[in-house]
């Protein structure tokens, strides 16, 4: 088990940029794989970005080339950094992680949540 805290959201300006932070407190975190989702209001939870223990990591398609996803083990904490930031990309951010198994672009997949930070981009 573990528990996520996201960190980092707030008011940014189109063009600009963002980075979330989710701190993981709990065993074997370097483990499990780690993801980041988004939901804006009346949406589905969307997939942004994912990483596995390994380091590789897979972003979505909306959001590549402008976001990166990146762990710190030693710190049990994973980023989004997010680059060129457009007013659709405002919404609520969630963490999650997962042992493995399922489809990681699914937010059904994953075993344990943030409880999000808000972005929100203006133009």
């Known amino acids: 088990q573990v528990q996520l805290v996201e960190s980092g959201g707030g008011l940014g300006q189109a063009g600009g940029s963002l980075r979330l932070s989710c701190a993981g407190y709990g065993r074997t975190f370097s483990s499990y794989t780690m993801a980041w989702f988004r939901q804006a209001p009346g949406k589905e939870r969307e997939f942004v970005a994912t990483?596995?223990?390994?380091?590789?990591?897979s972003v979505a398609d909306s959001v590549k080339g402008r976001f990166t996803i990146s762990r710190d083990n030693a710190k049990n904490t994973v980023y989004l950094q997010m680059n060129n930031l457009k007013p659709e990309d405002t919404a609520t951010y969630y963490c999650?992680?997962?042992?493995?198994?399922?489809?990681?672009?699914?937010?059904?997949?994953?075993?344990?949540w943030g409880q999000g930070t808000q972005v929100t981009v203006s133009s």
């Open positions: 990483i596995w223990s390994g380091g590789s990591t």
């Open positions: 999650g992680a997962h042992v493995g198994g399922g489809s990681y672009g699914n937010w059904h997949s994953y075993d344990f």
